[in-house]
Every structure is written in C-alpha cells, then in structure tokens.
T-cell receptor, first 114, second 117 residues
C-alpha cells in the first residue's frame, strides 16, 4: 500500500543554517503531496503542498518539489529561525485509494539553536 | 473565523470504559476525518465522514465508531478501551468538492489527549 518515509530526527541546527528534511513516498497512482508542521501542544498545520510532478510548493521560506522520477518531496529552507523548531510531517493522499485519507510519515523533529 | 475545535482537550479513562470525543469543523467545511497519533508517531487515519456517512475507514477495529450530525460536527466513540488506545486524537475538516478531491488540504484541531490507566 501507499506509504511515506522521512528522515529520522531529531535534526539540530543553528539559526540561519540551511535545512533539508528528506521524504520519499510509495504510491500506486499519482498522489498529492503535503508538508505539515506541528508545534508543541498543537494540531497539524499545512505548510505547503504539490499536486503533480515538478510542482514546487512554497510557504514561509520553505520549499519542496514533487519529484516523480525519484518519488521524493524533500523539504528545504535557506535560513532557519528558532521559531521553526517543531515536528514536520510529510504526507500524501492518493485518489487511487479513495483519496479521502492522508497518509503521514513518522515526523522529523527540528531543533533550532540561537 | 473559527477553526476546527475539539473537546475535551484531555481525558483520563480506565481499561474497558467507553469514550466519546467531539469535533466541530472549520466554518464552511463539510467533511470530517479522525486520526490517532501515538507518541512520537505520525497520525494514523481512522475514518472520514461526509453527508453523515462513513466514507472511508482505516485499519482500526469496530470498537472505533463515529457519527456526523447535520451541522457537520462529528463524534468519535471508542468502546472497551485498551491501554494501547492512549494517544492524541486529531480531527481534521475539509471541503468536499468535485473532481480531484484528493488534493484538498485538511485543517486540524489541536486534538484530544486520551490517557488509559
């Protein structure tokens, strides 16, 4: 079945460092891909999305490109801030499996030091 | 514009008991999904409700059931609670549309933390 694999954390960076969180997926069809962020004690917030191959999602300085050939959707940010400390989830939804549910990776915790 | 609201925020139960969790979707949304998030894990899909019916279900036993009301709010019921049911339960709402509904992002509530003793 469909699945999402993302790099294990925690990832610890200094402020203004470059961030990459790797995400790969397995899907039978052509899924839509998402990155969600979860701050302590809160639910998930959509960070960005891409719905077809070569689409680039971007928001708040974060970017991710839908790479069908490598089945990847890596999250990047050029200069992280302390306020970016959170857990990041890569996710997909696939119309071939009904399209109604979102499948999440296990999450990657990011710590940014001042 | 109110987002997704869930109640209660925390709940403590003992094994064998039953629990009901509640969710009000974001204004204008008509579809509600429920997820279970164990500590340190990603959310796992339980089921989704649309037009007061269960539209899709994940790999959860029949002890997990739900309901959607005409105002689109929803309840998650869990019977015969087990220690392993301890988790954060998240409700997410979205707007169901025609066509490529799979690319509709979901809006999440802050969850209900359920602890089973």
């Amino acid at each position: 079945g469909d699945s999402v694999t993302q790099m294990e954390g925690p990832v610890t960076l200094s402020e203004e460092a470059f961030l990459t969180i790797n995400c790969t997926y397995t899907a039978t069809g052509y899924p839509s891909l998402f990155w969600y962020v979860q701050y302590p004690g809160e639910g998930l917030q959509l960070l960005l999305k891409a719905t077809k191959a070569d689409d680039k999602g971007s928001n708040k300085g974060f970017e991710a490109t839908y790479r069908k050939e490598t089945t990847s959707f890596h999250l990047e940010k050029g200069s992280v801030q302390v306020s970016d400390s959170a857990v990041y989830f890569c996710a997909l939804s696939d119309i071939n499996t009904g399209g109604f549910k979102t499948i999440f990776g296990a999450g990657t915790r990011l710590f940014v030091k001042a | 514009d109110a987002g997704v609201t869930q109640s209660p925020t925390h709940l403590i139960k003992t094994r064998g008991q039953q629990v009901t969790l509640r969710c009000s979707p974001k204004s204008g949304h008509d579809t509600v999904s429920w997820y279970q998030q164990a500590l340190g894990q990603g959310p796992q899909f339980i089921f989704q409700y649309y037009e007061e019916e269960e539209r899709q279900r994940g790999n959860f036993p029949d002890r997990f059931s739900g309901h959607q009301f005409p105002n689109y709010s929803s309840e998650l019921n869990v019977n015969a609670l087990l220690l392993g049911d301890s988790a954060l339960y998240l409700c997410a709402s979205s707007l169901s549309g025609q066509g490529a509904y799979s690319n509709q992002p979901q809006h999440f509530g802050d969850g209900t933390r359920l602890s089973i003793l």
